[in-house]
């Protein structure tokens, strides 16, 4: 009888920490490598859709960004680091460190659907809104 009350014990030790390894590896819709589509209502160029961010599960953010500037081929023209948090009303928050300033630039991320991600970057009539697609 104590066996059998020892494994009904172990099973059920294996079945709850499964369960919150479950919880704990959900992934939010965030998290993945998202591109440049389109800024203030219009679709951007081939090189600018090079333009990535990537959101790490551990509340990091990578970004690439491309230009052809002076020169007839895309390249790639600065990275930059970063964290997101997920804020209480379902939206997102990036903090970016600018490389040139103290203080980081912030955007406001929803989330319309899985595979298209909303930016607005400063005020909605003011700002830039960006459209970004997973990848």
Do not use: H, R
């Not at 599960?57 to 680091?81: D, V, W």
């Amino acid at each position: 009888m104590k066996k059998f009350l020892y494994i009904i014990g172990i099973i059920l030790s294996l079945i709850s920490c499964t369960d919150n390894q479950d919880n704990n590896t959900k992934k939010d819709p965030i998290i993945g490598k998202w591109y440049l589509y389109s800024q203030n209502g219009k679709e951007v160029s081939s090189c600018k859709k090079k333009n990535t961010t990537d959101f790490s599960p551990s509340g990091e953010a990578y970004i690439e960004t491309y230009s052809k500037s002076n020169n007839p081929s895309c390249q790639l023209i600065s990275n930059y680091q970063g964290n997101w948090l997920k804020n209480q009303d379902g939206t997102y928050t990036l903090k970016i460190k600018d490389q040139n300033s103290s203080i980081p630039i912030i955007a406001i991320f929803n989330l319309e659907n899985t595979n298209t991600l909303t930016i607005i970057n400063g005020s909605p009539t003011v700002g830039v809104n960006s459209i970004l697609k997973k990848i």
